[in-house]
């Protein structure tokens, strides 16, 4: 299981009770949230995400609508007797700002918090059944996308058909991993006799802010969702340009040529009110496209 | 006039829908922002509070339920071409927090911002209508309260008998300052005669956070509105102590003591889900006594 709820979508300015970008993308196991825009406690909170089951922060940029609302879920989380480690992926400046501002109120946190400052792309979480990569994106200031991708899951079992053929259950994990049995008799029981092939291990793009960059596409080839930021409708492409943003058909376009399965548009300007119109043009240049709204939650 | 606006009335933790502190005080020509917890630019929003108008904002202590929302207020503002002047009022170290938050954004903002750092007990803000005065108070870290105080109000001009007496329209400034008026003829019109007398100048103090200090009663002596936090219910004075907060009792013992007119009491810990116990434990010592609720405007 792999799936994305959207805190936020908005960019710099919150509007039309749209927050600051925010994302949180779930495992059975575990959660991993993707920036931190002011009022993502509070969002959390609304959407019963569990804050216990976060291990890993990843914060983007230090642009205030990406990470305003760090320090307040950090602190908040010290607040309820957090006592697992937390690692914090994120720009170097981020540590100091963090520092400062525990320093100033006398805060000590009552978990361990370990920083690990973006420097080079490449793999950065190598977990149980998670891997995250971090790549370069081009925006005003220095940014960074991630890619987050599930290891090869296990084979499944049919234990129904591992008991007829009398296969011990200390092999079953072997099973799973694909291996064949042999018996006490010498005869092999081949390995899809009694497990099914795994589902496909699903990957996820996060953009961040960026300008348009074909150099992109091969950074996310082939996702199963891509999430690129839209700010703006596709005639503002020049006022997106130079703000180092992206319209609707340049994240469409960058989801065509990574031919990646589907397309997640997000970081609304606050110019716009209704959304309709981001979905149309998105869709006309990559099909299959969805606005990310708050509070849903999209399966990979 | 002169209102009190709730937009957070919670401790540390946001919980049950409720924010962290911010109040905005607002007169008929500005407005002034107290304390500004996360999501206070939301609040604002929700609230229909005019950005526009806030000329001062007052920053408490450096907890982060006072202030994690003040950066983010700050960059909107100029995200919204503010080009009208904002001064800070708050600890030192604000000061840098707010500029490496900035500097690490390659941020300006579009307006003037004066900082001006708490340092002594005094008179801070000498304005048109009202003067702004800020005290210690009794916390974990340093902590400031704030006494708003209006000016002596113009008297009421009756101008129907201000025609009839012939006192011309130049004249109506000294009028509404208390002077008689001498006609040609060198007649004394008295003042009595074409005014009536002013409303009575209005004070509100704010104590923020504080354990219970006696010596805070003598410094909001007889104001129309007091502030005083109840973080906790009276059963819980021990703890309260510990933190350096009161409780309802304790709040309402300060009122009693300062013979104000009317208590307001907030910054509920977010072990309490239903507020009716604070009331009616703060009532039996003070009876003037109101919760602070969030959206809620309090006519002084």
């Avoid at 540590?95 to 400062?100: A, D, M, P």
């Avoid at 990646?260 to 981001?278: C, N, P, Q, W």
């Amino acid at each position: 299981m792999l799936a994305l709820t959207i805190l936020g979508n908005n960019s710099a300015l919150p509007a039309f009770d749209r927050n600051p970008t925010a994302q949180v993308l779930q495992t059975l196991d575990e959660s991993f949230l993707i920036d931190c825009g002011e009022g993502t406690q509070m969002q959390m909170t609304k959407y019963k995400i569990r804050r216990s089951k976060i291990g890993h922060i990843f914060i983007s940029h230090l642009h205030g609508d990406h990470y305003f609302g760090l320090i307040g879920l950090l602190t908040s989380m010290s607040l309820l007797n957090r006592t697992q480690e937390l690692h914090l992926h994120a720009p170097a400046e981020l540590e100091t700002i963090i520092n400062l501002q525990l320093k100033v109120a006398d805060t000590h946190l009552c978990y361990p918090l370990h920083f690990h400052a973006l420097q080079e792309e490449g793999l950065i979480v190598d977990g149980k059944k998670i891997q995250v990569y971090c790549f370069k994106v081009l925006h005003r200031i220095a940014c960074w996308g991630f890619l987050f991708r599930q290891k090869k899951n296990p084979r499944k079992l049919d234990a129904a058909r591992a008991v007829t053929y009398e296969v011990p259950a200390a092999f079953y994990e072997k099973l799973q991993q694909g291996e064949d049995y042999v018996n006490k008799k010498g005869t092999i029981i081949p390995n899809e006799e009694v497990t099914t092939a795994a589902s496909k291990p699903k990957s996820y793009a996060y953009c961040a802010d960026t300008i348009y960059d074909e150099g992109l596409a091969e950074k996310v080839k082939e996702v199963d969702l891509l999430y690129h930021e839209t700010t703006y409708l596709k005639d503002l492409h020049e006022r997106a340009a130079s703000r180092f943003h992206s319209t609707t058909i340049q994240a469409a376009e960058i989801a065509k040529k990574a031919n990646v399965k589907k397309l997640l548009i997000g970081h609304f300007s606050s110019r716009y009110e209704i959304l309709d119109e981001f979905l149309m043009e998105a869709v006309e240049v990559f099909e299959n496209t969805e606005l990310a709204l708050e509070g849903v939650c999209y399966q990979l």
